[in-house]
RNA sequence: GGGUCUGUAGCUUAGUCAGGUAGAGCACCGGGCUUUUAACCCGGGGGUCGCGGGUUCGAACCCCGUCAGACCCGCCA
């Protein structure tokens, strides 16, 4: 059974209506890791609704989050923002310094996020957590928080082992200046939460509205009883024992309502480089992932990859495969009755995957395929340069009848995008060569040269169609008794360098007949 | 130091929760295809399931130990 169903049949087991959550804090661009915390949550939805069970996705914005620091991406004159509730503060300009557009923050890298997040299917209740803090809807768990002070302190002390400060309170208040950092509490009468500031400035905040936030721990357990969320998957950084899921069950349960079940997911690395952060810059962005992989299959790596297993994204020869499989899967999936017990689990489960892949739920997955592989699709991407030759090219090769699909024409476009840019997989490219080299050259025998230099006269006048150049190929071949394979060995090593490749009659009639007479008249 | 996860063919992995003689894809090798030599079809080799113990009639799977890797324990998905 796939991860998704098995999460919503234990879920189910448990709780009623379902209502899956997950949460992110805008600090930064958003990450394909990011994804990873969307997706699999959103999977568990769509595996609720697919088993008839009321479900409702949630994506919760920790726009109430402080500014910790200023990050590598921006401007010194952030400094005067940190400890300001990201949703207080002004969009950072593409130089890092804060623009007076009025746009802020939070909004700045959500916007783009909540974009990809539609084209790969993916239609959340997106919940702001300022405006929770602003309808009041924390006020009755804060005033819990703070009548249980002592004990909520303590949980936190056992469980994670660190120690808090002898003045530590369950509710942070935003001071006079903006800035929810140096503001000492000074007393509490509900609503309101009294406070001195770093400027020694005397304030109060109304616990009903965003003049203050709890502190990470417990504003995720008061949300679980306030959303009512009954499956929230953790990154494995808040899974940790000690972590904040394991303070955030009593914490919750203290705040008088039942937590959802642990579940930890482990992170995306890219390939290579180790984790993913926004901090430092080491990411991918889902923008630019779906820029060269189409969703589905963005979608796919995600799903049948087990939830504590760690993914390895890679935008390099990996892709190809996880393309092809999938491509494989779709047109050729696993079937079959009176299977033994543990394959028809291996069945289920990749049958889950790609139901769970597909970007509009409940889709036939025969839809989202392009009856093309990658690599042939990057191959011909790389000599054909007008779209219509490759149409033409795979309808004659039956890889295609008639007009391309939409899921083609997309893949395509996609597929142009990686070649050009620096994630296309070295070993996939297809390399002209100036002339043939010695080393190559070497390995001519005198039969071989002699079929190069009677195709090169013919070259002068022929007609310059795949067809007929594949004709003369042939002729040639047979006129002066050479294998056919040897003919195309020895035009390979011409014209790319090694001894095998891609159709070569596509990639010579692609190129000019002054290119192919210049490398011809250069190494013979 | 404490903890979590992972370790199965050259590579990516399924199977571990409910124990019943290791399954797939890629790659590789061989064959076929008389316009596809990065296409397509067919076939093949390849695994002491990290290691050592234990429980069991039987262990990749359960238990104990051990090694290796990744990660978490201020913030991070």
């Not at 050009?420 to 025998?445: C, M």
């Not at 009677?454 to 042939?474: G, M, P």
Request: glycine share 8%.
């Amino acid at each position: 059974m796939h991860w998704a169903d098995h999460t919503a049949m234990r879920l189910t087991e448990q709780y009623g209506p379902q209502v899956i959550a997950s949460g992110i804090t805008p600090s930064g661009e958003f990450h394909i890791g990011h994804l990873r915390e969307i997706l699999t949550a959103e999977m568990i939805h769509r595996a609720c609704l697919d088993a008839k069970i009321d479900s409702e996705y949630i994506f919760i914005v920790d726009s109430m989050d402080p500014l910790r620091r200023v990050y590598s991406f921006l401007s010194d004159e952030y400094e005067k923002y940190i400890g300001y509730p990201l949703v207080n503060i002004p969009a950072p300009n593409p130089d890092g310094s804060p623009s007076n557009e009025g746009k802020n923050y939070a909004n700045h890298f959500l916007g783009p996020f909540l974009e990809s997040l539609k084209e790969i299917g993916v239609y959340p209740r997106v919940v702001m957590n300022h405006k929770t803090y602003e309808d009041g809807e924390f006020a009755e768990k804060i005033d819990l928080a703070i009548n249980n002070k002592e004990k909520i302190h303590e949980i936190i002390e056992n469980i994670s082992g660190r120690e808090l400060p002898e003045d530590w309170f369950p509710y942070n208040p935003i001071g006079s200046d903006g800035s929810m950092d140096g503001v000492r509490v000074t007393g509490y009468e509900r609503p309101y939460v009294f406070w001195t500031d770093k400027h020694g400035i005397d304030g109060r905040s109304d616990i009903r509205k965003a003049d203050g936030k709890m502190p990470w721990r417990v504003d995720w357990a008061a949300r679980w009883g306030i959303h009512g969320i009954t499956c929230e998957p953790a990154g494995k950084d808040h899974g940790a024992s000690g972590g904040s899921f394991d303070t955030g069950i009593p914490i919750c349960k203290l705040l008088g309502s039942e937590p959802p079940g642990k579940m930890v997911y482990e992170w995306i690395q890219l390939k290579g480089s180790g984790p993913m952060s926004s901090s430092s810059g080491n990411t991918i962005g889902p923008i630019e992932a779906l820029d060269l992989v189409p969703p589905e299959i963005l979608r796919y790596i995600i799903a049948r990859t087990k939830v504590k297993k760690h993914i390895d994204f890679d935008t390099g020869p990996s892709l190809f495969e996880t393309a092809d499989e999938y491509e494989r899967l779709v047109s050729n999936p696993p079937s079959g009755e009176g299977l033994s017990k543990k394959k028809k689990v291996a069945k289920d489960t990749i049958l889950g995957s790609l139901r769970l892949s597909q970007v509009n739920r409940g889709e036939d997955p025969s839809k989202s395929i392009a009856g093309v592989s990658f690599r042939h699709l990057a191959m011909l991407a790389q000599i054909k340069s007008r779209d219509q030759d490759i149409w033409d090219s795979l309808n004659n090769s039956k890889h295609i009848d008639g007009e391309p699909n939409e899921s083609l024409v997309g893949r395509l476009s996609r597929m142009r995008n990686w070649i050009e840019g620096v994630h296309f997989p070295d070993d996939a490219r297809i390399r002209i060569q100036g002339q043939i080299s010695e080393e190559n050259k070497q390995k001519l025998t005198e039969q071989q040269k002699l079929f190069l230099s009677e195709l090169s006269s013919e070259f002068e006048s022929c007609e310059w169609t795949e067809n007929r150049v594949n004709e003369l190929i042939r002729e040639i071949t047979m006129k002066i008794g050479i294998g056919r394979r040897e003919g195309y060995v020895a035009l390979y090593l011409l014209i790319l360098g090694t001894d095998y490749g891609p159709r070569i009659a596509s990639i010579i009639t692609e190129l000019s007949r002054k290119q192919i007479m210049q490398i011809f008249s250069k190494s013979l």
